[in-house]
DNA sequence: TAGATTGTTAATCGATTAACAATC
DNA sequence: TAGATTGTTAATCGATTAACAATC
């Protein structure tokens, strides 16, 4: 794996798509795929495939295309799907209980260990396997086990107060649910923010275009 | 509006966000703004926020810059916002009532019309200011009242099923959150994915990067 | 008028595609 | 061996940035 750093992030960006498509083959049982097969599901052409890959290493053989079983490893490397992230869930309204109950962490490599909320009618609840802790001690626990990143799906009002508290204690990673920008200083502290605005945005431009 | 048809879809994906921007500066009661402080807001530089504009119209005025409120009206022009689309909402599990209670569907232009679900113990009880409606009941409300979208929230075992019956009955555009990729045959219903594994791949691959 | 800032053209940069030698 | 398919180099295409005349 690691060849040449700088990714592009238009090529970072297509590595999900290529592992849940990978993941698929490999789960049908699937023992080689061509980047030819692999353009075709994804709509892509077969050279970017092969380009892509190639920023990461030489995952394939010629004249035989890609192990899917290696192929899903490398990708998962590449990800950091195999390197066992921890994560907590902060806020068990129904946003989080959706994603505590339905959303596949695993899939991803994560492992979700515990769930705070500050509502004392759900704290004691068990949410799936989890009982739902009180947020009070989210800075014990943090120091205690020192989670890899945090799910914040707490009201729009705490997040900055929550996101602070998260960074000072050492998360490494938010998953930002929550419509406020975090501006967090320390750069080493990774945001993903989940805009779900923009998407639903993206529809209605898309169902606009044709009818004008 | 309109101006130059074939958009970029690098432009379009950064319309949502200059819309969210300029929102907030009419919010704050800014009268004008020009490229440049908007550059420095989104990270951007002041002539690719012109050129994105300049594909759609000519919105500014040499020597001054934007007028915001125009500024916002034409975005809104652009992505439909002003167009009065309305939504129904398919599967009131935790992750829809999260998005009855806290999306805000109004700021995207979108009126929530009516929930459905199919679970006995939920039909009829009331979230946010909806009633739960009758999963039986949705193809005639379809032919009834014509939504223009639909969000689909629906367990993924029957999510192609769903998407079947609204496509069937008139329905423009799908906000899928379901992990299935719907295939709908019919291209002129616009189907939006919220694909939360990969954003979470995202923030694993940014918190691995460093470390290796 | 002088200063500011647009819209647009031209220049640069980067990403995608095509082609092909290497080789399984 | 012959056919298939890789990884990579070169060619093309598109997107971003820089420059500047137009003009408010």
Redesign the pocket.
Known sequence: MKKNMNI????ILRMPRYYRCIDELYRDNCIRV???TLAQRLG?????I??D??CFG?????????NVKKLRYEIQEILGINNNYTAILVGCGHLGHALINNFDFEKCGFTLTAVFDADETIIGTTIGNYQVRHGKDLDFYLESFQPDTAVLTVPGDVAHEVAERLAQHGIRGIWNYTNCDLHISNPDIKVENVVLIDSLLNLSYKISEKSE
Chains 1, 2 share one sequence.
């Open positions: 592009s992030s238009a090529v061509s980047s030819g892509l052409t077969a050279s970017q092969r380009q890959f190639s030489e995952f394939g053989q010629q004249g035989y295309g890609y």
